[in-house]
């Protein structure tokens, strides 16, 4: 019988949601499902002691090594690097990283195919530059190269000759040309960061809002969508991340409201970029993804923009609508690595 394995880095499933969903859709598929952290792989034997769910209850077992893995999160040390490397070597993995947000946007600006849809954006290299940015754009965005739930992301929009208003969160404050350069200064020996226009995506209400596009492969390996939804920001918020106070709402209806008669084709356009978009992704990295968070906005003149391609994207209180092409997919690349 196929064996799917899970690995994390947390040592039982108790607090993993996904593992429970995953467990039940493998046991409703006929097939096996573990539960495993770093810690507990023997190469040499090429066993694992993980965790079954077994009569409503997760029991250890030691098992042999997974037919594919289910990478859901990264290594936390170097030894669980080390360890999640030799697996990949003998076990298939369902997830690929899809890099840093300045490398997914050369990979699409190069391939060409997509480019119309970034938002030009360039390496943070000095203040001089940001400052010559706001001769094109009244605002501009600065963000980290890596970073998720829109933390360290800075706005900056001129508000008069040489001032400038500083945006991190819910906080504001002013700023004079001078402060921009050391604060750039800070930033470049902080990370790495990049710079970019503002693109407004704003509700009728005047609430900063995107759409997170949530695709997966199905049992033929192909994309499907999993859901799409709105994100809108907290009252004077920039950033829509539900994680930053925002919230989600329920596509339909949202489109409604502020779309009207051209909802239904703004929802097919967001589903036929979904997928089409997806399928070049595969392409332009030359492997198979599982999974993608695919963040876009919609301008004042109905363009799409992409902001963000994540390879993790969350699910929280969707584990099950995950797990039930998440299982289907693993059992295909099982199939086809056998053949």
């Given amino acids: 019988m196929t064996l799917i394995g899970m690995l994390h880095y947390r040592k039982t499933p108790a607090q993993v949601k996904k593992a429970f969903a995953c467990a039940a859709v493998a046991k409703m598929e006929g097939v096996d499902f573990v539960y495993?952290?770093?810690?507990?792989?023997?190469?040499?034997?090429?066993?694992?002691?993980?965790?079954?769910?077994?009569?409503?209850?997760?029991?250890?077992?030691?098992?042999?090594?997974?037919?594919?893995?289910l990478n859901i999160s990264g290594p936390k040390t170097e030894a669980q690097s080390q360890i999640r490397k030799q697996l990949?070597?003998?076990?298939?993995?369902?997830?690929?990283?899809?890099?840093?947000?300045?490398?997914?946007?050369?990979?699409?600006?190069n391939a060409k195919d997509f480019a119309d849809y970034l938002i030009p954006s360039n390496k943070l290299k000095n203040?001089?530059?940001?400052?010559?940015?706001f001769n094109q754009y009244n605002k501009i965005v600065i963000k980290p190269f890596s970073g998720s739930k829109g933390r360290k992301v800075l706005f900056l929009e001129k508000i008069g000759d040489g001032e400038?208003?500083?945006?991190?969160?819910?906080h504001n404050r002013k700023l004079l040309?001078?402060?921009?350069?050391?604060?750039?200064?800070?930033?470049?020996?902080?990370?790495?960061?990049?710079?970019?226009?503002?693109?407004?995506?704003?509700?009728?209400?005047?609430?900063?809002y995107d759409?997170?596009?949530?695709?997966?492969?199905?049992?033929?390996?192909e994309w499907e969508i999993t859901l799409i939804y709105p994100r809108v920001s907290g009252s004077g918020k920039m950033i829509s991340n539900v994680s930053s106070g925002g919230y989600r709402g329920e596509l339909d209806i949202f489109l409604q409201e502020e779309f009207g008669e051209q909802y239904f084709n703004m929802r097919r356009t967001l589903e036929h970029f979904a997928i089409a978009f997806s399928y070049h992704m595969d392409q332009i990295y030359n492997r198979s993804f599982d999974e993608l968070g695919i963040d876009v906005g919609v301008d004042g003149n109905q363009k799409l923009w992409i902001f963000e391609v994540n390879w993790r994207p969350g699910c929280k209180h969707r584990e099950?609508?995950?797990?039930?092409?998440?299982?289907?997919?693993?059992?295909?690349?099982?199939?086809?690595?056998?053949n």
């Avoid at 076990?91 to 990979?107: E, N, Q």
Wanted: with cysteine; glycine share 6%.
């Fill in 36 to 69: 495993f952290s770093y810690h507990s792989v023997d190469f040499e034997l090429e066993k694992i002691q993980g965790w079954k769910f077994i009569d409503g209850i997760w029991q250890q077992q030691e098992v042999d090594f997974p037919d594919v893995i």
């Fill in 88 to 109: 990949k070597e003998k076990i298939p993995f369902t997830s690929f990283p899809v890099g840093t947000k300045m490398k997914v946007y050369k990979k699409i600006k």
């Fill in 127 to 133: 203040g001089e530059r940001v400052l010559e940015l």
């Fill in 164 to 170: 400038y208003q500083l945006t991190e969160g819910d």
């Fill in 177 to 208: 040309e001078n402060e921009i350069l050391d604060l750039v200064n800070d930033l470049k020996n902080e990370k790495k960061y990049l710079v970019q226009p503002f693109i407004e995506c704003k509700t009728k209400a005047g609430l900063t």
């Fill in 211 to 221: 759409f997170r596009l949530h695709v997966q492969k199905n049992g033929n390996g």
């Fill in 320 to 338: 099950f609508e995950v797990a039930k092409r998440l299982i289907p997919y693993a059992i295909f690349l099982t199939n086809r690595s056998s």
